[in-house]
């Protein structure tokens, strides 16, 4: 510890402290523009100065450590006398248009100005107009360079933590100007993260324009909707009606950081074709009903499959809240008796034997449940099987600040081209299922190499894992999908505990795409598996068959379904197909039942992110139907079949929880937990697709959420659907078709199904492999995806783009 | 006159040649090193001889090589800062173009001292002639192998590259030089940590004037003590000055420190074209200058120090009574305001307004109240700006405005009205 | 000077160049400065496609050689004239007439500061310090310096250049 003192009081900080955040955490205000948390420090806007006795100079208390015995003085008259020059300088040239400045009311210069200007200036000389107008960099980031206070912490903020380098500094002097050259545009992230550091109104949000002033609108704090990682924002809205979202850098995982879908789409919430009062099939149309009569339904149907000996399923959407999830599965059980609850129909290797049990082992007991920031402590981060920097971009920009550190080494293995894999050690596509692979070379060694590039990835991360005191180990769930999972699961968990034994810190969490995917296996939306991940007594394999009763919870499982044709039915279409959602959608146009609910930000609730951390969503509006939520259905559904399912509030829900699931919501920050010594999985690696040959147009189909989607959510937000561009086909044709960037589309064919959308060249992918955004895997192409085993092997034709 | 030794060879046309350098001594400096000297008795001779940097700060030599970390598993590097920049400044470009290899021999001799294998000699880009003479240079001086693998037998490697720069005064800042070597916009980098410690590339690199380090071949062929005789005991050896501006015979001359501002002018510079002077700038344009009557200052660096002035890059530049202190004033703020990197507040918005006030009051349109507004911004900018730049800026705008007040609020119209607060709420 | 630069066409003929000069760094961004010279020199000037380029061949972002290209002045983001005539203005030089022989140029060129005769002939730029202070004042010409010019000596160089350029021409 060191001892100094500040404004009169002694303070004790440790060594390498700046000034500055002893300061603050003494609650002793320093102002400043350039400095900015997570950021390298820049020192240029010398509003930090301070007094150090013995030194001549003032030295800026954000780049200054603290040393022994250092007397510092933060308000002497040198030092005010020198905030209210750089103010006067500062304004000198800034236009004074705060009332028609987007950020006025919450702009860090006039709240600068007001607490430690002098009120008035002497420079009266003409101010410098830089350009008449603004110029909109893309479709959501506006500038206005004569407001700009060349602070650089966007510039700062989009290389150092977003990686995109799209923004820059043009000229020198009083001419320089915030820039992006109109090939560096088109690596934004359109994350916006800018606007957000950007402490006067030069950097704007172009949906938030002119739209609303900060004191005008409500606030509530929520957590994002997107993907697994969870992130802490404030939606902002005026009169009910949704303005923006912003981020604060003391709330959440995420500090102020939000990628594209986070800020810019939740213009989703509250649009769409809902579902606004319940239904049932009548003569083959759908025919309103009232919510006794639809209840009342489903409880007989239930009733009737049950005494028939048919099965029900139930299958709920990983946006549920923890405590919808938690009632949906006791519905399930006590009420429909059955133990086939399933939370995610993209997963298809779940249903293999086995699989459920190591996602039991592996995710519910060996996966960490603290703070990812812990994580990245450690010295190797190993990023397997994700594209993380697109389905879970903000969890990517924490990656990146944290290999600031020089000390740091990254590994990443994935199927598709990470956003991480400039700073890595070393990088490796990896089609789906073949972590198995790559993991079984690393750990078990010997094994056959099938690929160079395996051998010469796992050359060079076999040093950097060797020589790493701590491993966080950070799985992505695309091998999920594949027949592999169960296999990969089981490796990852040995990896874990190979490592381990080794003396090294090893700590594994999941990157989920979805943002309760964890929550809900908690609360036991898996077949076989209780609430704490409890093994269910007695419960049978899940039937294969289709299900006497389907009941689906704000989920689309039809869009994976092969599509047949019209009227039928397909061969897993349910006898009673019950579907209790916001939106209309592929399933809910079969369904036999309709049942409104509200969507993601029209109720409140709980998420668990992929840190195992549970946290408090909030609805920003009212549910868009009358009726009761669906807690209040499960439990009058229970009650016509004569069961009583209770609790309904969410305080005894989560007492219930709490009950049920020892622990829920603890939450480590410290320490490892034991890893079991593990034994090589005796599962033989399975058998995979071959590499194939590249003179074949055979190439392999990869899915999953693009910068700009996540699922079905993303397609309502109108931002993210301009941003996002429509359908695409991502991959490499390789050499030779560089010229016809934009000139392409792509027929993507497999069995009889076909999907053609535009080319995007990505020469980072690898030859083998083609990506299309989940989200448009509809209708018909979806069964691209169907049946073929994870990942498809399709065949590509290029083709002219058509005007 | 005294004995020459940085320009011994400066009208001899073919001394860029390495055998008419050699006949002349040359590289016997770095054979007695290579031979005799362990890298540590080199810098304990730097020290000694305690040589000071002919850059501008004029920091001894010895000591900044010595914080250069012995162990720290990186490359080391040597940057030779020959971006030459400040108004009335042109002594490097003349030992570049007439005896580059005096400073290449001074760049083994340092790389050595600081176990760098790498030197980047870092050259204006308006210097065509200093890089093409350089380039000639280093190829002639690795084809003798004073250059390349195992230097001679010593076991020590060296290459030199020449980075050019492309017009920015502030490149000539250490820490902006280090950037633009690696391919930034020249913008000063946070000290500590020190170039000596993360500097280019993160690594331990030392960066030093043309100058300096043309100085080291005479120090070790003749020796410390012939060294520490020259001059003042805190700063002494060979050293060039240049005069230009209203004096009658501009150049660059070699002449012992010490000498008296005034006395200089009228030996070196020839004296006055016009009438007499009335003021000197004693070290470039950053160095505040001297009315007449503070010409009797020693012109070393402790001595101007003492004076509130500095040596800086020795560029003497005359100002005879023809001469406006406001026009001059306006030029090299002008010129500080141009060359502003942009990053910090008070360099870049304050010399820009300063430079806006100056060139109203020398068109007729001041207010009253405007010479206490350019003093105003002298002390925002001055201690207070990043690097300096700024510094030197406010500090030799302020000098102007202290000496020559008079000529400045002449030029106010005496109607004009003067300055109103303005309130901004 | 051709204008049918293209970004495939910049990096065929500064591949082996551009890799040379990088060769002499540990890292590639390094090379930006040297590679926008090299492009300089061959095309006149610096523009969008070279900056593409340039970033394309030493596989940097290309906002980073922009920036470059537009801190420093001796780039020429626009296409300069056939000769560039860069005055020093500064202190030393401005004390020896600098200003007067700016405004002489500017009216004999008719152009300002910084603009381009209108026969594309000569681009006229009043510059900071050239390190040339004994021989004010000083005018760069392309890459030569001119000393102790004075409005008869700029009287013959305008001849020089205007013959030759007709020379050129016919
Ligand atoms: C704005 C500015 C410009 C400078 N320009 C030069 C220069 O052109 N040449 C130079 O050698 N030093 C220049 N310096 C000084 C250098 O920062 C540095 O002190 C010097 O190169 C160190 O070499 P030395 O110790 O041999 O003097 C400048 C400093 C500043 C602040
Ligand atoms: S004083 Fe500030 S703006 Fe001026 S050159 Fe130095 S760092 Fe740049
Ligand atoms: S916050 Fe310290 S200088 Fe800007």
């Known amino acids: 510890m060191v001892t100094f003192t500040l404004d009169g009081r002694e303070l004790q900080v440790e060594p390498g402290t700046t000034i500055l955040q002893a300061a603050r955490s003494a609650s002793v205000e320093i102002p400043t523009f350039c400095y900015q948390e997570r950021l390298s420090i820049s020192a240029s806007c010398r509003m930090c100065l301070v007094e150090i006795e013995g030194r001549g100079k003032l030295e800026p208390s954000c780049a200054t450590a603290v040393a022994e015995g250092m007397v510092v003085h933060s308000r002497s008259d040198r030092v005010v006398e020198t905030r209210e020059d750089m103010l006067e300088i500062l304004l000198a040239n800034h236009p004074l248009d705060c009332p028609v400045c987007d950020k006025g009311g919450e702009c860090e210069l006039q709240d600068t100005v007001f607490e430690y200007g002098r009120g008035s200036s002497r420079l009266r000389d003409p101010k410098r107009v830089f350009r008449e107008r603004d110029i909109e960099l893309n479709q959501v980031i506006v500038f206005n360079a004569n407001r700009c206070i060349q602070c650089q912490r966007c510039v700062r903020m989009c290389e150092e933590i977003v990686g995109d380098v799209a923004l820059g500094t043009s000229e020198r002097g009083l001419d320089s100007e915030i820039t992006g050259t109109g090939n560096s545009l088109k690596d934004c992230s359109h994350c916006g993260n800018c606007i957000e550091v950007c402490p006067v109104g030069a950097l704007m949000s172009i949906p938030y324009r002119y739209k609303a002033r900060p004191w005008d609108m409500q606030r509530t704090e929520t957590i994002c909707g997107m993907c697994g990682t969870g992130c802490s924002m404030t939606v902002e809205t005026r009169d009910g009606e949704f303005k923006r979202v912003k981020s604060r850098f003391d709330t959440g995982i995420n500090g102020e950081l939000l990628c594209a879908k986070g800020r810019f789409g939740f213009d989703a919430i509250g649009v769409g074709d809902r579902i606004r009062e319940p239904m049932i099939r009548k003569n083959g149309g759908l025919a309103s009903v009232s919510w006794a009569e639809a209840i009342g339904f489903v409880a007989a149907k239930a009733r009737e499959v049950q005494e028939q000996g048919g099965s029900i399923q139930g299958q709920i959407s990983p946006r549920q809240t923890n405590e919808t999830a938690f009632m949906f599965q006791r519905l399930m059980r006590q009420a429909f008796s059955t133990q086939d609850i399933r939370s995610s129909t993209r997963f298809s290797g779940l249903q293999a034997d086995g699989a459920i049990a190591a996602l039991a082992q592996t995710v519910g007991e060996l996966a960490a449940r603290r703070p990812l920031d812990s994580l990245l402590k450690a010295d190797c981060i190993f990023v397997l099987g994700s594209n993380v920097t697109d389905e879970n971009p903000v969890s990517g920009y924490l990656i990146r600040a944290a290999m600031a550190d020089p000390g740091k080494r990254l590994l990443v293995a994935s199927s598709r081209p990470c956003g991480l894999d400039g700073i890595a050690a070393a990088k490796l596509r990896l089609l789906p299922g073949r972590e198995v692979h790559l993991l079984a070379q690393l750990t078990a060694g010997g094994q056959e190499v099938e690929s160079r590039a395996m051998a010469g990835f796992t050359g060079a991360a076999e040093p950097v894992l060797a020589g790493a005191e701590s491993i966080a180990l950070l799985a992505g769930t695309e091998f999920l999908r594949t027949g592999a999972a169960a296999e990969t699961l089981q490796w990852i968990a040995h990896a874990v505990a190979h490592y381990s034994a080794q003396g090294k810190a090893v700590q594994l969490q999941f990157l989920f795409d979805r943002p309760n995917q964890l929550g809900l296996w908690d609360m036991g939306c898996l077949p076989g598996v209780l609430p704490g991940w409890r093994p269910s007594k007695g419960s049978e394999a899940p039937a294969d068959e289709a299900p006497g009763l389907l009941y689906v919870l704000s989920a689309d499982p039809a869009r994976t379904w092969p599509d047949t044709g019209p009227g039928d039915r397909g061969g897993r279409r349910a006898g009673c197909l019950v579907v209790h959602g916001p939106h209309m959608n592929a399933t809910a146009e079969l369904a036999d039942v309709l049942l409104p609910a509200p969507s993601y930000g029209e109720e409140d609730g709980t998420f668990t992110n992929n840190e195992g951390r549970v946290q408090q969503v909030q609805a920003v509006k009212a549910a868009g139907y009358d009726g009761p939520t669906p807690r209040q259905v499960f439990k009058q559904i229970a009650q016509a079949m004569g069961e009583e399912l209770q609790p309904v509030s969410a305080e005894q829900v989560q007492a219930a929880i709490a009950e049920e699931v020892p622990g829920f919501g603890a939450f480590g920050v410290e320490g490892t937990s034991e890893v079991p010594a593990g034994e090589v999985p005796a599962s033989a690696l399975p058998l995979l697709p071959d590499d194939g040959d590249s003179q074949s147009q055979e190439r392999y189909l990869v899915t999953g959420d693009g910068l700009f989607q996540s699922g079905q959510l993303s397609t309502r937000s109108e931002c993210l659907s301009m941003l996002g561009g429509g359908p695409y086909v991502e991959s490499n044709p390789g050499e030779g078709y560089a010229q016809a960037a934009g000139a392409l589309s792509v027929r993507i064919s497999c069995q009889g199904a076909s999907f053609t959308a535009p080319l995007k060249i990505n020469t980072a992918f690898d030859e083998k492999t083609v990506f299309i955004p989940e989200c448009y895997l509809v209708n018909g192409e979806n069964s691209l995806l169907a049946d073929a085993g994870y990942p498809p092997r399709v065949t590509v034709e290029l083709l002219p783009l058509e005007d | 006159m005294s004995e020459l030794v940085l320009l011994k060879n400066i009208e001899n046309p073919d001394a860029p040649d390495i055998s008419v350098y050699e006949r002349s001594g040359g590289y016997e400096g770095m054979r007695i090193v290579l031979a005799g000297y362990a890298p540590d008795q080199v810098i304990e001779a730097v020290k000694t001889s305690t040589l000071r940097g002919r850059g501008g700060a004029g920091f001894p030599t010895g000591l900044k090589w010595s914080f250069v970390p012995k162990d720290s598993g990186k490359p080391h590097y040597l940057c030779c800062n020959a971006d030459e920049g400040e108004p009335g400044t042109f002594k490097d470009r003349i030992l570049m173009e007439r005896d580059p290899h005096q400073l290449i021999e001074g760049m083994i001799i340092a790389a050595y001292a600081i176990g760098s294998n790498t030197a980047y000699l870092y050259i204006r880009g308006e210097y065509g002639l200093s890089v093409r003479r350089c380039e000639q240079a280093i190829v002639a001086a690795r084809a003798k192998g004073y250059l390349g693998k195992d230097i001679l037998g010593s076991g020590f490697d060296l290459d030199i590259h020449i980075h050019k720069g492309a017009g920015a005064y502030i490149c000539g800042e250490e820490t902006a030089l280090l950037e633009s070597i690696e391919g930034k916009r020249g913008q000063p980098k946070l000290k500590p940590p020190f170039p000596a410690v993360a500097g280019l590339y993160e690594c331990p690199t030392v960066v030093n004037n043309v100058e300096t380090l043309a100085c080291l071949p005479h120090l070790f062929r003749r020796g410390v003590e012939w060294f520490t005789s020259m001059g003042p005991k805190d700063g002494p050896g060979p050293k060039l000055f240049c005069f230009s501006g209203h004096v009658k015979a501009p150049g660059v001359y070699e002449a012992p420190m010490g000498l008296p501002l005034g006395e200089m002018l009228e030996v070196y510079g020839g004296g006055a074209i016009n009438g007499r002077f009335k003021a000197a700038i004693p070290g470039g344009v950053s160095a505040p200058m001297f009315p007449e009557s503070g010409f009797d200052v020693k012109m070393d660096f402790s001595s101007l120090a003492e004076a509130g002035s500095m040596l800086g890059s020795a560029g003497v530049i005359g100002l005879d009574e023809s001469a406006s202190i406001p026009r001059v004033a306006r030029r090299i703020t002008e010129f500080f305001s141009h060359e502003s990197c942009g990053k910090c507040t008070p360099c870049r918005e304050g010399l820009t307004w300063a430079a806006k006030i100056l060139r109203r009051i020398e068109a007729g349109e001041g207010s009253p109240g405007d010479v206490e507004q350019l003093e105003m911004l002298c002390g925002s900018i001055f201690g207070k700006s990043f690097c300096a730049l700024g510094d030197g800026a406010a500090w030799s705008l302020g000098a102007a405005l202290k000496h020559f007040r008079h000529e400045f609020e002449a030029l106010i119209p005496v109607q004009a009205q003067p300055v109103q607060e303005m309130r901004l709420w | ?170």
């Open chain 3, 1 to 170: 000077m051709t204008d049918d630069r293209t970004v495939a066409g910049i990096k065929a003929a500064l591949a082996a160049q551009v890799q040379e000069a990088a060769a002499r760094y540990p890292t590639s961004r390094s090379a930006i400065m040297p590679a926008l010279e090299l492009a300089q020199q061959k095309y006149g000037s610096v523009d969008g496609t070279t900056y593409q380029a340039v970033a394309e061949l030493l596989d940097v972002p290309e906002i980073w050689v922009f920036e470059v290209a537009s801190f420093y002045t001796l780039f020429d983001r626009a296409e300069p004239g056939r000769h560039h005539l860069r005055l020093c203005t500064n202190v030393s030089c401005m004390l020896r007439g600098a200003e007067e022989i700016l405004d002489c140029l500017q009216e004999q060129l008719s152009v300002k500061d910084g603009e381009t005769t209108a026969d594309g002939l000569i681009t006229l730029s009043g510059v900071e310090c050239l390190g040339a202070c004994d021989k004010a004042p000083v005018l760069m010409v392309d890459d030569e310096y001119h000393e102790d010019v004075t409005a008869e000596t700029l009287d013959a160089l305008l001849k020089v250049l205007t013959r030759e350029a007709k020379e050129g021409a016919a």
